[in-house]
């Protein structure tokens, strides 16, 4: 069964580095999310992408964070200068359409420690 | 905005007792629905989801979800819990807008914990 692969599983950066979080999204999917969950919090939406542009995205999401699809298979966040409040758990998910109730796909996240 | 509220951050149930994870949801337009379900050190699962089909949704493991309107609910039950059913379990609403990928709007998550 096709599903959402993420690398690292595991990412330590110290404050102010630049990270980089890599998904490869289900092969006929067309719409990408990031979600992150800090620990103890619930699940949130940081951002949608299509057609190789930003759908939308939550006012988490400022100028410190990046989005990309730099080849065919891959879907990358990019956070340019990490903050202690970084450290989460990020998802990537991915749908095959965008529709309301098109199923949404996680990978098994990345988690991000920011020292 | 769309939310989801769920009831209890633990439940405990014994080994072949009913499961029932509440959710509530606030919302102005008829709603998508979805359970979540997420292991130790996995990613979310999709258990179910509503899409106005029917009321009564059934998933994967047993599980099964029934929209009441009257009572803006999508409690999740299981008849009968096993040991492997211990998880976290998400209620997420759809935000659908025809414009944009539908985002995921997520409850805080119950912990399942099933006793001997």
């Known amino acids: 069964e096709p599903e959402v692969t993420q690398t690292p599983s595991h990412q330590v950066t110290q404050m102010g580095q630049e990270v980089i979080l890599r998904c490869v999204p289900i092969?006929?999917?067309?719409?990408f999310y990031w979600y992150r969950q800090i620990l103890g919090q619930k699940v949130e939406f940081l951002v949608s992408f299509y057609n190789n542009e930003i759908s939308e995205k939550s006012e988490i999401f400022d100028d410190q964070f990046s989005v990309e699809r730099p080849d065919g298979s891959n879907f990358t966040l990019k956070i340019r200068s990490t903050k202690l409040e970084d450290s989460a758990m990020y998802f990537c998910?991915?749908?095959?359409?965008?529709?309301?109730?098109?199923?949404?796909?996680f990978g098994p996240g990345t988690r991000l420690t920011v020292l | 905005a769309q939310s989801v509220t769920q009831l209890g951050s633990h439940v405990s149930v014994s080994e072949g007792a009913l499961v029932l994870l509440r959710c509530n949801y606030s919302?102005?337009?008829?709603?998508?629905l979805f359970w979540y379900v997420q292991y130790p050190n996995q990613g979310l699962q999709l258990l179910l989801k509503y899409t106005s089909a029917a009321t009564l949704v059934k998933g994967i493991n047993g599980f099964e979800a029934e929209f009441k309107k009257s009572e803006t609910s999508f409690h999740l039950t299981k008849p009968s819990a096993h040991m492997s059913d211990a998880a976290e379990y998400f209620c997420a609403v759809s935000d659908y807008d025809a414009g944009t990928a539908s985002k995921l709007t997520f409850g805080t998550g119950t912990r399942l914990q099933v006793t001997l």
């Open positions: 919302s102005s337009v008829p709603p998508y």
């Open positions: 092969s006929n999917h067309l719409y």
């Open positions: 998910a991915s749908s095959e359409d965008k529709g309301g109730m098109d199923t949404q796909y």
